[in-house]
């Protein structure tokens, strides 16, 4: 079984990592592999030269490969939603099914064998939920045996001085994190005018964040991954980060075992995928997978020189299925205008689980 290294992310003043072609309110749950390697890379270069060269390692011989940063509450760890529904005796898939966006640990051991339990589907808040639940408006699916795992303020309330546990209809309302707009303002440099406008921000509960899991070998790679979380932790993650958004403390937590995704079968990314060379391209395309992709564009800054706009490229999103063969590769973004001072890449390295299911 592949080891994923766990690191989770705590995060001081809230996170805004948006959408290409979405305005500034809207922001991600969730931080993908590619945008996490991308703010790696910058804050290498603003550490030392070389940074083009030390992500392009990663185009060859890899040192370790990432996942996108998922929801963590407590004790409970979030995945991506497969994009295909599992098969379930006598539910049917439906807006439910679309509106959920992450299941728990416990929820994908299920998934991954592609067919779970009736009980296990969750009901509607007002109803009595049976072995499975969600939390965040529908959008997280868990299990009773996971509800233990929650951090105490998410899952109990003060009543009479003392803590007492939520009943199954109240804690389906309890949200991991939560968004809102925060006011901004926008200064003419000509005219002095100014203009308000709104930013989108996810501030997480307490006890709660975003986890990533790294593949690879022990060693020199992972002591320079960890100077550049800490580096980054203090500069922030995402956009936003001269207000303070994105900034963070980072925590090892114990290694997680998952299915391989060896052999012929199909895998569920768990990052951002693009295919490097045939062999790829068939792994995406045979006739037993399903994906969902995702168009990422944007601007890019080095030091010393003004933010150009990248090359946009399609990748396969997190939960998609795809020959589990699939390795991935970076694609080159560099801006086609201007000089930019080194190369650019938009990591899509396959790291996946195995899917068992149909």
């Avoid at 804690?171 to 925060?182: A, H």
């Avoid at 203090?234 to 994105?246: F, Q």
């Amino acid at each position: 079984m592949p080891t994923l290294h766990i690191y989770e992310l705590r995060f001081r003043a809230g996170l805004h990592v948006g959408r290409h072609g979405i305005g500034q309110e809207a922001a991600l749950a969730h931080v993908p592999a590619d945008t996490l390697f991308a703010a790696l890379v910058a804050i290498r270069a603003q550490m030392r030269a070389g940074a083009g060269a030390w992500a392009g390692r990663f185009a060859h011989d890899p040192p370790f490969r990432l996942t996108s940063a998922f929801p963590f509450a407590g004790g409970v760890r979030f995945f991506p939603r497969p994009v295909r529904p599992p098969v379930a005796e006598g539910v049917a898939f439906g807006k439910q099914w679309r509106k959920i966006r992450f299941v728990s640990q416990g929820v994908l051991e299920h998934l991954l064998k592609g067919r779970v339990p009736a009980e296990l589907w969750p009901k509607p808040p007002e109803e009595k939920p049976a072995e499975g639940l969600t939390l965040q408006g529908g959008t997280l699916w868990l299990t009773q045996a996971e509800i233990e795992k929650l951090p105490e303020e998410l899952r109990t309330k003060t009543k009479n001085g003392k803590r007492e546990p939520l009943s199954d209809e109240a804690l389906q309302r309890r949200n991991v994190w939560g968004q809102d707009k925060v006011p901004r303002v926008m200064v003419d440099r000509l005219t002095n005018a100014s203009q308000i406008y709104h930013t989108g921000r996810i501030v997480f509960a307490p006890g709660c964040g975003l986890w990533f899991g790294v593949q690879g070998t022990e060693g020199g790679a992972f002591g320079d991954l960890e100077e550049l979380l800490r580096a980054l932790g203090d500069a922030g993650l995402g956009a936003e980060r001269s207000v303070g958004y994105g900034a963070f403390t980072f925590t090892r937590a114990a290694p997680l075992q998952l299915p391989d995704a060896n052999g012929g079968g199909l895998m569920m990314l768990l990052s951002r995928f693009y295919p490097r060379d045939e062999n790829d391209a068939a792994a995406l395309t045979r006739g037993d997978s399903a994906y969902d992709l995702v168009y990422v564009a944007g601007r890019v800054s080095a030091p010393g020189v003004a933010d150009q706009r990248r090359r946009g490229v399609r990748l396969a999103a997190e939960g998609s299925l795809l020959g589990s063969r699939a390795m991935g590769g970076l694609a080159k973004v560099t801006p086609e205008v201007g000089n930019f001072p080194h190369e650019v890449y938009r990591y899509g390295l396959a790291l996946g689980v195995g899917w068992g299911g149909g």
